[in-house]
C-alpha cells in the first residue's frame, strides 16, 4: 500500500494529538454521502433502522437535554443529533473502508491487527440548534482496552461559528483525566482547570476535508448560530479483538473477511 501521511505528518500528530488529512472526498463523493445521510434521517433510505441507534437533537443545547438514544428513527426531520451504526449502510461503510484509513490503523495498531469500528456514527447541529458537547476525552469503561483514534470527516463547512470541534492540542498526553466515567467526561472543576492553563485550538474544516483524533485528546464542541448545519461523520477504530462487557462482538472492516453491510 502506497503511503499517504508523511513522516512530519505523523511526528505532528504524535505530539499534538490531532492531524488534519485535507480533503478527502471528491465534490461527487460529498454530495452522496450528504444525500445519503438526510434520506437516513427524513425516514426514506433503504435501511434497517432497527440496527442503528438515534438520537434527536436537544431544543435548548444542553447535553442533558438530547433525546433517549435507542435504536430505531425517530420520526422524518433533519434535527437529529447522532446516528449510529452506520458500518451497516453500504455507502458509509464503503466510504471507512479506503485505503487512508487502513494506512492510518496499521500505523496506530499494527498492520497484523483486525480492525472493527466502535463507532461509525453521524454527528449533526441542525442551523440554530445543536447540542453544546462538554469537554471530554473518548474512552469508555465498558470495553477490556481502549479504542486509540478517531476520524472525524466534515460533511459541511465546519467553523467556530457553527460548533466545529475545539481541542486542547497535546492534552492526549496527561493520561486519563477522569478515568471513573463511563465516557470520560471531565468534571466541571476539572474542566476549568485545564482550560485556564491551556490554548484550545478551534479545528475549523471544509465540507469533505478530514481530520485525524488521538482518543484521549481533550474536545469539545459548541452550538450551532448560523444558517447552516454542521453535519460531520465520525469512525472510531479500534482492535477488533476488543471485549466489551455486554458480550458484544466486532466485526473486521479491512481485508478478508470484513463486513459487508446490506441494505434493508
Known amino acids: 500500500m502506497q503511503k499517504t501521511i508523511s513522516d512530519e505528518q505523523w511526528q505532528q500528530y504524535e505530539r499534538d494529538g490531532f492531524l488534519k488529512l485535507g480533503r478527502v472526498l471528491s465534490d461527487e463523493d460529498l ?17 434497517d433502522y432497527e ?9 435548548d443545547g444542553q447535553y442533558e437535554n438530547a433525546g433517549t438514544q435507542s435504536k430505531g428513527h425517530k420520526g422524518a426531520t433533519l434535527d437529529y443529533r447522532k446516528i449510529q451504526d452506520l458500518e451497516f449502510d453500504p455507502l458509509f461503510l464503503e466510504y ?10 496499521d500505523r496506530i495498531y499494527g498492520e497484523d491487527t ?29 470495553l477490556d482496552r481502549d479504542p486509540l483514534i478517531t476520524l472525524w470527516t466534515a460533511l459541511d463547512p465546519a467553523t467556530k461559528a457553527n460548533g466545529c470541534v ?5 492534552s492526549h498526553k496527561f493520561g486519563l483525566i477522569n478515568p471513573s466515567h463511563p465516557s470520560a467526561f471531565l468534571t466541571e472543576e476539572q474542566a476549568r482547570e485545564h482550560e485556564s492553563k491551556s490554548e484550545t485550538v478551534f479545528c475549523e474544516l471544509e465540507a469533505g476535508e478530514a481530520m485525524l483524533l488521538h482518543n484521549w485528546l481533550l474536545h469539545r464542541s459548541d452550538t450551532n448560530t448560523t444558517d447552516i448545519a ?15 462487557n455486554n458480550g458484544e462482538a466486532y466485526s473486521t472492516i479491512f481485508g478478508e473477511g470484513a463486513l459487508q ?4
Open 31 to 47: 454530495a452522496a454521502l450528504q444525500t445519503r445521510i438526510d434520506d437516513i434521517m427524513l425516514g426514506r433510505a433503504d435501511v
Open 51 to 59: 440496527r442503528m441507534l438515534m438520537q434527536l437533537d436537544s431544543s
Open 96 to 105: 471507512m473502508q479506503r485505503p487512508i484509513f487502513q494506512e492510518i490503523c
Open 114 to 142: 483486525p480492525i472493527a469500528a466502535f463507532r461509525a456514527m453521524f454527528m449533526n447541529k441542525p442551523a440554530h440548534r445543536g447540542t453544546l458537547l462538554p469537554w471530554h476525552q473518548d474512552r469508555w469503561t465498558n
Open 166 to 170: 475545539e481541542i486542547i492540542p497535546g
Open 230 to 244: 454542521r453535519r460531520a461523520f465520525s469512525v472510531c477504530y479500534m482492535d477488533a479483538r476488543t471485549q466489551a
Open 261 to 264: 453491510a446490506a441494505t434493508a
